[in-house]
């Protein structure tokens, strides 16, 4: 399984333990969309809220190095976005991840 497909299986299932081990410590994700920048705990957290609920996952490209993801996440508020996602990698862990998003009709 891809790095990637563990992470999205990660947020599915809640599974803390796995974004624990998947994320680098010094793992920074920007969101473009906000401009708000968040650590891995902060990421972490939101995941295991159940806010985000990704459909359509596919991953459009992943090497060693990066990964490029695609999905429609659903949020909480009923807010759904098509989200674009690239991923850099440090030593097997996801190090950085940045957004961009398109507001798509409820």
Same mark, same amino acid.
């Not at 968040?38 to 090497?63: H, P």
């Not at 990066?66 to 996801?94: L, P, Q």
């Given at each position: 399984m891809s790095i990637l497909e563990k992470y999205s299986a990660a947020i599915k299932n809640k599974d803390e333990a796995v974004m624990n081990?998947?994320?680098h410590d @010094?793992?920074?994700f920007t969101m473009h969309k906000?401009?708000?920048v968040l650590g891995k705990s902060d990421v972490i957290k939101w995941a295991m809220s159940g806010d985000i609920n990704?459909?359509?996952v596919r991953v459009v490209y992943e090497n060693d190095e990066v990964g490029v993801h695609h999905s429609?996440?659903?949020? @909480?508020d009923g807010n759904v976005e098509a989200v674009m996602a690239v991923y850099k990698y440090d030593n097997g862990k996801i190090v950085s991840l940045e957004t961009g998003a398109t507001p798509m009709p409820k």
């Amino acid at each position: 399984m891809s790095i990637l497909e563990k992470y999205s299986a990660a947020i599915k299932n809640k599974d803390e333990a796995v974004m624990n081990d998947l994320l680098h410590d @010094d793992f920074k994700f920007t969101m473009h969309k906000s401009g708000n920048v968040l650590g891995k705990s902060d990421v972490i957290k939101w995941a295991m809220s159940g806010d985000i609920n990704q459909d359509k996952v596919r991953v459009v490209y992943e090497n060693d190095e990066v990964g490029v993801h695609h999905s429609f996440v659903t949020f @909480d508020d009923g807010n759904v976005e098509a989200v674009m996602a690239v991923y850099k990698y440090d030593n097997g862990k996801i190090v950085s991840l940045e957004t961009g998003a398109t507001p798509m009709p409820k």
